[in-house]
């Protein structure tokens, strides 16, 4: 059974952050598989790790700026600033109805 390298998703990060971006760039620097280079960037994208952005004919990726703000549940959606993030409405629970309004 082949095992994985561990270096490697620490290799492509490493590239994107001196402003290698793109998949063609990062493959002629790290000498590596395509479908292996998609499917690890594909998963860093879905763990919110790194944003891709579509310029003409191919992606570029590149570092999510880190937040401060912990939200296990994913609940809170960020507003038009980057600094803060608002909750979603609370909903209607059976004991509002029961509960005398003062």
């Keep these: 059974m082949k095992t994985a390298n561990v270096q490697f998703p620490k290799d492509v990060l490493q590239c994107i952050k001196i402003g290698v971006n793109t998949q063609s ?23 919110g790790v790194l944003e891709s952005v579509r310029v003409g004919m191919h992606n570029e990726y590149m570092m999510r700026p880190e937040s401060a703000y912990n939200d296990p549940f994913k609940l809170a959606k960020p507003t038009k600033s ?15 109805d029961k509960r005398p309004i003062a």
Excluded: N, Q
């Design 82 to 96: 980057d600094k803060t993030f608002t909750l979603p409405p609370r909903r209607k629970h059976s004991m509002d």
């Design 25 to 47: 760039k990062i493959l002629d620097t790290l000498r590596c598989g395509s479908s292996t280079l998609a499917i690890l960037l594909r998963k860093l994208v879905e763990e």
